[in-house]
Every structure is written in C-alpha cells, then in structure tokens.
C-alpha cells in the first residue's frame, strides 16, 4: 500500500548589492608665505688703548741724554777737568823749576804727553734689563644689539576637496520559490 506524501521543495530568496565605491580626493595647496629678517642693529663704541713707553733710563745708559742734563754734566766734567789740567800744570812747573834737584823732567814730561790712552773694544751698546719701562692700559669695546623681529605673511590656502558618494543598489538574484508535490494520493488503478 502506498502511503499519500507531500513533497515540499523551496528556494529561498536572494538579494545582491551593486556597490560603486565613493571617491574623495582632498588636496592641500601650500600657504603662501613671504618672510623677511631685518638685520639687527649693532652699535659699538670703542675706548682705544694706551701705550706708554718710558726710554729715559735707557737714552740716560746711551749717553742721550735730555739737553739740560747734558748741561750740567757736561759743566761737572769740564769742571774737574780744569781742575786737573791746572793741578797737572803746576806740578809740572815745579817739577821744572826745581830742575837741579836731578832728574829729566822735560823728557819725562814729553814722554807723559806722548802716551795715547788704549782704545777699549766692545760690541756695542747694550741697555740693561728694564731701562725701557713700557705700559699699557688695554681699550674698551662696548658692543649693543638690538635684534629685529622677522615679518612673516602667510596666506592660507583653503583645501580643494572633491567627493563623489558612492552608491549601493539593491536587486534580487533569485527569487524564492515553493514546489508542493502530493504523491499517492490517489490510487493509480482507479
């Protein structure tokens, strides 16, 4: 015996998207930007130094001497030199005055004035240490800067932005569907 059945067959249903992606393109132009530094102004003011040399020792150890001083050196040596001469001349009178007494004194005398003093050598004219005085007194550099703020202009730019949305579409790719089958239903011989 056959048994009635229902047979159910079904699809169900199907949806697809179409999807167009958006595009957005965003740029940025550079600012506009004008920058100048202004040099800084600088003032200075400078005390020069000073030098002082003192030569005197060493012109004095030279024999160059100042004019007043060579003077009144000069007057002590002449001085003393008459003094000397007019001593060595009386002696010498004397000496030839009192002639009998024995001796040479004309030849002696000439061969005293005969002699020449002896020559010194040396190499020259030296100053000792610290004839020459020097000082200094070292200048004075007062430096001002007064330093200039730089000017900036700067002109943005507004960004360039373009956009184009996207878009989703909806359709059905298969419908849903339902078979229904009653098998044995009847009797076939009938």
């Known amino acids: 015996m056959r048994i009635p059945q229902i047979r159910m067959e079904s699809t169900f249903m199907q ?28 003032q200075m003011e400078t005390t020069p130094g000073k030098l002082s040399i003192d ?7 030279e024999n160059r001497k100042p004019i007043a001083e060579v003077v009144r050196e000069t007057a002590q040596i002449a001085k003393q030199t008459a003094m000397e001469g007019t001593k060595r001349r009386a002696r010498e009178g004397r000496e030839l005055m009192e002639i009998e007494k024995g001796g040479n004194p004309i030849v002696s005398q000439a061969m005293e004035h005969s002699k020449r003093p002896e020559k010194q050598l040396s190499i020259g004219w030296i100053p000792s240490y610290g004839s020459v005085k020097i000082h200094y007194e070292p200048g004075e550099v007062d430096i001002r800067i007064t330093p200039q703020k730089p000017i900036i202009e700067a002109i943005p730019q507004k960004p360039i932005h ?14 849903n569907s339902l078979k229904i089958d009653v098998i044995n239903l009847f009797d076939e011989s009938v």
């Open 15 to 42: 949806i697809g998207l179409q999807i167009d992606q958006p595009i957005q393109r965003i740029e940025q132009p550079k600012a506009i930007l004008e920058i100048e530094q202004p040099k800084a102004v600088v």
């Open 162 to 175: 373009d956009y184009t949305p996207g878009n989703v579409s909806v359709y059905i790719r298969q419908w």
């Open 55 to 61: 030569q005197s020792q060493a012109f004095a150890e």
